[in-house]
């Protein structure tokens, strides 16, 4: 039983991490984690995977017209008048003399396709078809991937928006117990103390945005990640890490044919050209194989309908012929035509608005990446001079102003900072996405 016990929880630590955050209330959850999930249960990846299937589907309908079909036909007649054309047919019956008014026929037919417009169309089509909803799939993983990686971002640099506030928070709840000790010792007035009240209430305030804030913007993460809003859903992160993968190498050269965008038109095109190369054909001939076996059944009561029967076999081939149709195959070929023009002028347009992108996604990049650069260096001033400055006020060096004024632009270069890795993280996504290198797990 302890064994059995022991299997069960490995093959729990074992499971994918998407299927870990569906149980877990409170799990702390990493990037990859949030893009795995989101790839298995966001609705429109869903939807595109659920498209795929359905088009399977029409494969094998279109397809099935391949294969033999096998029909029954069967009937039973009461005639008050007259004879069956069966009888007539039957020199038997018609010299038997017999009052005949009961008619039956049981038979089966048999119909194979050898040539047809129709079915060629599908089995060439087929191939282009699984294509295009495989291609429309990964547009909507990319499209999620991106959506959840910047939306996962936001989050984060909420919350080290919020840290950076409460150690501001601390830092101005000890400048204000200071100010407020000098002015009771008589060195201050008590302006100082104010100005530091003033301070502490707005970066309460501040704090106070900035929590609402990650709700919200969790709330659409959880949404585009397809996880219940019922869950509570705790991030995981490493700003090291972060800086580190921050990087890219903004030297490649942009290739068109790696955006999804452009390799689904390309497979839209060749369906087009399929659609042309059906209708330039329309007016072969449709040649099929028929064969028919029946039982012929005829009497004058229907007790005794079915005790003998007439069959009738017969095999053989159809030709279907179309001569004319009033110039409809021609319009629709015509039309074929137009629309893959049109996918042409499709397929041009998108090469520009790929190139633009591609232009605005790397200078974005490139200039957060400066700005990040920059703004690194500024945090690691804005510390030393409020060390600086916080000890000179205690020594009665410095006034109470200058204490402001450091600590805001601490904050402040906190602030920029994060925001500047954040903003740097969302360009690179944005530069692969554009590249059409954006990785789907």
């Known amino acids: 039983m302890r064994k059995t016990l022991h299997f069960f929880i490995a093959i729990l630590f074992a499971a994918s991490p998407g299927v870990l955050l569906a149980q877990t209330a409170d799990t702390a959850v990493t990037l990859k984690d949030c893009v795995t999930y989101a790839l298995r249960n966001q609705p429109a990846v869903r939807q595109a995977t659920i498209d795929e299937q359905i088009n399977e589907k029409n494969i094998r309908i279109g397809l099935a017209d ?52 129709d079915v060629i169309e599908a089995a060439k089509a087929a ?10 799939t990964i547009s909507s993983q990319i499209n999620v991937v991106s959506d959840v990686s910047k939306a996962f971002f936001d ?45 502490l209430n707005n970066s309460l305030a501040s704090r106070k945005e900035t929590a609402e804030a990650i709700n919200s913007k969790l709330a659409y993460l ?46 839209q095109k060749n369906l087009e050209n399929l ?56 319009q629709n070929l015509s039309k074929a035509r137009l629309q893959v023009d049109r996918t042409d002028l499709d397929i041009e347009n998108t090469e520009n608005t790929i190139n633009t992108e591609y232009v605005q996604a790397l200078a974005a990049y490139k200039s957060n990446y400066t700005n990040w650069r920059l703004l690194k260096e500024n945090v690691g001033l804005a510390k030393d001079v409020y060390k600086v400055v916080s ?38 996504i944005d530069l692969e996405k554009a590249l059409g290198t954006l990785n789907v797990p």
Not at 159 to 182: C, F, M, P, T, W
Not at 403 to 426: C, G, K, W
């Open 66 to 117: 391949w294969l033999p079909q096998v029909s029954s036909a069967d009937v039973y007649q009461h005639y008050f008048k007259g004879l069956p054309a069966a009888a007539e047919a039957d020199p038997a019956a018609l010299a038997s003399g017999a009052d005949l008014s009961e008619y039956s026929a049981l038979g089966l037919q048999l119909n194979q396709v050898i040539y047809d417009n």
């Open 275 to 330: 659609n042309v190369s059906y209708y330039k054909w329309g007016f072969l001939p449709s040649l099929s194989a028929q064969g028919n076996y029946t039982w012929y059944f005829l009497g004058n009561n229907i007790s005794t309908l079915y005790n003998s029967s007439i069959p009738n076999a017969y095999a053989g081939l159809s030709l279907n012929i179309p001569i004319f149709t009033g110039t409809k195959r021609l």
């Open 155 to 199: 989050v984060l640099l909420s919350q080290k928006q919020l840290d950076i506030l409460n150690e501001d928070v601390v830092r101005l709840q000890r400048s204000l117990k200071d100010a407020y000790s000098r002015y009771q010792a008589g060195v201050v007035d008590k302006t100082d103390y104010k100005q530091a009240t003033i301070s």
């Open 222 to 267: 959880k949404q585009i990640m397809g996880i219940s809003r019922t869950r509570n859903l705790t991030l995981s992160y490493d700003s090291t890490r972060y800086e580190t993968e921050s990087t890219i190498d903004t030297l490649q050269a942009l290739d068109v044919n790696n955006r999804i965008e452009y390799k689904l038109l390309g497979t």
């Open 127 to 136: 191939k282009y078809s699984r294509l295009y909803y495989k291609q429309n």
């Open 391 to 428: 000890f000179q006020y205690r020594e009665g060096i410095k006034t109470y102003l200058d204490v402001i004024v450091a600590q805001s632009d601490l904050r402040t270069a906190e602030l920029n900072y994060y925001n500047a890795l954040f903003q740097l993280l969302s360009s690179k």
